[in-house]
């Protein structure tokens, strides 16, 4: 099997180094040193994971993130930061960044999420397979139940979302959820949180880590119902 492709982009030539070492017998990795050279070996290479410094040079972390994604380059996002500032924190959530570090970072901490992020990207689902058993494939991964009534429920809101990503969460997207699903509007999302809320209280933080941000603590936040259903829409696209 080919090796995934890991792009570090750091101004730090030490820690870009460190990094380097790091990973380079288990993937394909580039480097570079600014935002510039970063976008040139998106453009060639689309990276499966990326590894980019808030501060990088001539396009900053944030920009080069929202610059990929207007180019349908999906790469999974590591973000290193000296400082988690709101603003940086509301925007990493915004542009779908898998995880935001720290710096100085552990090394084996930064390791072991690279390696999160590289389990993620692998096959979990058969080729060819409908769209509802790929967002059931999310859902479970999660730890949400399927016996729950909010399953089905977050199941054809997730579908509905990846359709029309604008869509009003309680004027629109639950009431027709309620359709799909034999069930009135106000069920829906109260359904819809009691499965999140049940997922949340028996979770395995290393997954939910995998897809949603961590806060200013570190720790992930337990989404809002449209939180959820947005950024499990955004990982249904990406395929």
């Known amino acids: 099997m080919e090796k995934q492709r890991l792009l570090i982009a750091e101004s730090s030539e030490e820690l870009r180094d460190v990094i380097y070492d790091l990973f380079r017998g288990s993937f394909q990795v580039h480097c570079c040193k600014d935002g510039y050279e970063a976008q040139k070996i998106l453009r060639e290479y689309a990276p499966d994971i990326l590894v980019v410094d808030v501060m990088l040079p001539g396009v900053d972390g944030l920009s080069l993130v929202q610059w990929a994604l207007e180019r349908g380059i999906r790469s999974r996002v590591l973000l290193l930061t000296r400082f988690a500032s709101e603003y940086v924190m509301e925007t990493a959530v915004r542009l779908g960044v898998s995880y935001v570090m720290l710096k100085p970072c552990d090394l084996s901490a930064l390791a072991a999420r690279v390696e999160d992020l590289s389990k993620s990207l692998l096959p979990a689902v058969t080729v060819g397979e409908d769209p509802k058993s790929q967002v059931s494939g999310l859902l479970l991964a999660l730890g949400l139940r399927p016996k729950l009534r909010g399953f089905a429920c977050l199941r054809e809101a997730v579908l509905l979302s990846a ?6 969460v309680t004027k629109v997207l639950y009431p027709e959820v309620a359709k ?3 069930c009135q509007s106000v069920h829906v999302e109260r359904n819809i949180r009691s ?7 028996t979770r395995d933080e290393t997954v ?3 897809y949603f941000i961590p806060d200013g603590t570190g720790q992930v936040a337990r989404p809002t119902n449209a939180a959820f259903i947005s950024r499990l829409a955004d990982c249904f696209r990406a395929g």
Do not use: L, N, V
């Not at 359709?163 to 009003?168: A, D, L, R, V």
């Not at 499965?195 to 209280?201: D, G, K, Q, S």
């Open 163 to 168: 359709q029309e990503e604008c869509m009003s």
């Open 180 to 182: 799909r699903c034999g």
């Open 195 to 201: 499965a999140i809320e049940t997922a949340w209280e």
């Open 208 to 210: 939910w880590r995998m």
